[in-house]
Nanobody, 118 residues
């Protein structure tokens, strides 16, 4: 069984930086693709960034060059460093895990609020 816990959300001003972390509780973290999603009020949940077990990364065009995703397999933790934040980055950010043998994110955290004021 997998549980995910996000940390690091908060209220910042435009242009500031914020770091989110997601701790993976369970077995075989190194076999999971880890993703960060976000959902803004009235909008659908979207994939922000993802990282494979081999640390290949994907970032959405809207955050490319500003957000960086990394993982520490020894700590079963994935990090999302968010720089040059914009008001449109305001959302609930969710961590999710996808086992390499599947094609869906089956495990989700509770989410953490990120609010960027202008």
């Amino acid at each position: 069984q997998v549980e995910l816990a996000e940390f690091g959300g908060g209220l910042v001003q435009a242009g500031d930086s914020l770091s989110l972390s997601c701790v993976f509780y369970g077995r075989s973290f190194s076999l999971y693709v880890m993703g960060w999603f976000r959902q803004a009020p009235g909008k659908e949940r979207e994939l922000v960034a993802a990282i494979t077990p081999g640390s290949s990364t994907y970032e959405a065009d809207s955050v490319k060059g500003r957000f960086t995703l990394s993982r520490d397999n020894a700590k079963s933790t994935v990090y999302l460093q968010m720089n040059s934040l914009k008001p449109e980055d305001t959302a609930i950010y969710y961590c999710a895990a996808q086992h390499m043998s599947t094609s869906t994110y089956d495990n989700w955290g509770q989410g953490t609020q990120v609010t960027v004021s202008s």
